[in-house]
């Protein structure tokens, strides 16, 4: 079945250690989210990639950043986690020339950070 | 700026009766409104989504209304089943734009 995969589901990393967080998709959607949602808050957009063309949300940190380097795959990295950064990370993926704009999420990454 | 606002508290309802949801936007004009579903530690699912030209829309035993002059989205889902047990985010998306603003969610609590 196409869908939305994520590795890992859970990860831990220690205080200031970069980590990074993976995408894959087998939709083929142009358009490809990070989103981190923390307990009992709307999920927050990170970034997004219409096909190759990066945008990055204004409040999103620098710690973040983003590789898309194919159509199938994108990865999030966190280059000095803190303990605030601790979250769900979701990716999302659309297609803008159908009608519907739906979403399909990913199960998520569970990241802690100790 | 864009506020979404979704009742934060959880909203617990009998088995066979018709839980309804809101969504009330402000500082905005989508021109489409999306419902998901979350179920705990796991990615939003795409329930449905209504047209700022259409005042309701159904599928199966759920009817979502979209009112642009009170500004707001109403979710309905009739029946209800402890499987519809599960948190309901609102997003409100602009038109000529790929991206969504999510409501908190309402956590619904359906009582067998």
């Not at chain 1, 590789?67 to 990295?77: E, I, K, Q, V």
């Not at chain 2, 021109?31 to 047209?51: N, S």
């Not at chain 2, 209304?65 to 029946?79: N, V």
Request: glycine share 6%; charged share 20%; hydrophobic share 30%.
């Amino acid at each position: 079945d196409a869908m939305v995969i994520q590795n890992p589901r859970y990860q831990v990393t220690q205080f200031g250690k970069p980590v990074t967080l993976s995408c894959s998709q087998t939709l083929n959607h142009n358009v490809m989210y990070w989103y981190q949602q923390k307990s009992s808050q709307a999920p927050k957009l990170l970034f997004h990639y219409y096909d190759k063309d990066f945008n990055n949300e204004a409040d999103t940190p620098d710690n973040f950043q983003s590789r898309r380097p194919n159509t199938s795959f994108c990865f999030l990295d966190i280059r000095s986690p803190g303990l605030g950064d601790a979250a769900m990370y979701l990716c999302a993926t659309s297609r803008i020339d159908s009608l519907s704009y739906e979403q399909y999420f990913g199960p998520g990454t569970r990241l802690t950070v100790t | 700026s864009q506020k979404i606002e979704q009742n934060s508290e959880a909203l617990n309802i009998q088995e066979g009766k018709t839980a309804t949801l809101t969504c009330n936007y402000t500082n905005y004009s989508p021109a489409y409104l999306q419902w998901y579903r979350q179920d705990p530690g796991r990615g939003p699912v795409f329930l449905l989504l209504i047209r700022e030209n259409e005042k309701e829309k159904r599928k199966e035993r759920l009817k979502v209304t979209f009112d642009t002059t009170l500004k707001q989205s109403l979710f309905h889902i009739t029946a209800s089943q402890p499987a519809d047990s599960a948190t309901y985010l609102c997003a409100p998306q602009g038109s000529g734009t790929y991206k969504y603003i999510f409501g908190t969610g309402t956590r619904l609590k359906v009582l067998a």
